[in-house]
């Protein structure tokens, strides 16, 4: 009985946002919650703050690639950022006290949270310890899908559609940064507007104007979409010869109708892909690209986290709310 009642009371407790159940915002519940225990190649970082993704939203409803069956009290979250409070044995590269922010599978929505060491990067320069939880998803999603499998080159061209997301405002100042030409389609005037005074070089309202008569002769090298749908075949007529369509979601529909002589005709790739699923590997070496070419434009200023609003944890039901609206421009964030 002692042995047990010792036992209890070195578990200690951490509050986080838990996943209740499939369903809306409000089954997003904060509660109690054992405190995680890094593991020999982890460290355990003391959040200041953690982004909501879209990705957050369709593991929350519970339906697409995830699955049906939610683990039991899933705590959502992609990346944070805070300080390291504790080190894993086999951990040399970070130690306690570091200031990071990491990529993370899941569990960013909590006072607490352990991670691979090689996951976690260190604060850009001028980037406060709070805003720097709008940096990793995004930049690992880009660098990973426009990069890497779109192969984008200095001096082409780059559509993203929805341009004013996180995804979106932070590929398009990577890519402009990178000396490629930036495209981007939005669907009210007042994104026009941000995109245009943030530097990219054409923007669409779709609302007003079919992107795909307007660039019909513009040969886009690569494109980065997440909406999917009947835009895919429009997609595949703009780019270029030899040209790059990357999906990263199908918020439109994923069920799609193509020509594939439009592909064969101009030599195209048609690729994608889920960032969570990737392997540990693939994720450390995405960290160690993205710190190599991508954290020297943050200390230039030429990228910068751009930021919607600010949450306190408690009210990430809300913040689900905004990021499903649609109505945000930037990224969203949940502070402690």
């Known amino acids: 009985m002692k042995n047990r009642l010792s036992l209890a009371r ?14 809306g915002p409000e089954v997003l519940q904060l509660q109690e919650t054992p405190k ?11 959040i200041k703050a953690a982004g909501i993704n879209r990705s957050d939203v369709i593991t ?33 590269d970070k130690k306690v006290g570091d ?31 709070e805003d720097a939880a ?35 405002t932070t590929g398009l100042q990577m890519a402009k940064a990178w000396g490629c030409e930036t495209y981007s389609t939005v669907g009210t005037e007042e994104k026009k507007a941000f995109l245009e005074k943030m530097g990219v070089d054409q923007v669409i309202n779709y609302k007003d104007k079919a992107f795909e008569e307007v660039w019909k ?18 997609n595949l007529e703009i780019l270029n010869k030899k040209g ?25 790739t048609l690729t994608g892909s889920f960032l969570k699923p990737q392997s540990a590997a693939v994720k450390t070496q995405i960290a160690q690209e993205v710190e190599k070419n991508i954290w020297p434009l943050f200390l230039s200023k030429a990228v910068q986290p751009i930021i919607y609003q600010k949450f306190p944890l408690a009210e990430a039901a809300e913040a689900h709310r905004l990021m499903e609206s649609s109505e945000h421009i930037g990224k969203i964030l949940l502070v402690m």
């Open 217 to 234: 002769d513009e040969n886009i090298d690569v494109i980065l979409d997440m909406v999917g749908g009947d835009y895919t075949q429009k």
């Open 60 to 92: 929350r409803q519970n339906t697409g690639t995830y699955g049906k069956d939610l683990p039991p009290s899933l705590i959502p979250g992609l990346e944070v950022s805070g300080v390291i409070e504790e080190i894993g044995a086999d951990v040399t």
């Open 244 to 268: 790059r369509l990357v999906y990263i979601n199908g918020m439109k529909s994923t069920d799609v109708n193509i020509n594939l002589r439009t592909i064969m005709a101009k030599n195209l």
């Open 99 to 129: 200031a990071v922010c990491a990529l993370i599978a899941d569990g960013g929505y909590a006072e607490y949270v352990a991670v691979e060491s090689s996951h976690c990067l260190p604060i850009p320069e001028g980037i406060s310890l």
């Open 134 to 168: 709008a940096i990793p998803e995004a930049v690992f999603t880009v660098w990973f899908n426009i990069f890497m499998l779109g192969k984008l080159q200095r001096g082409e061209k780059l559509l993203i559609h929805g341009g004013t997301s996180g995804i979106g």
């Open 36 to 46: 995680p225990t890094p593991e020999n190649n982890q460290v355990l970082i003391k």
């Open 10 to 23: 070195t578990i200690q407790i951490m509050h986080a946002i838990h996943i209740t159940k499939s369903g």
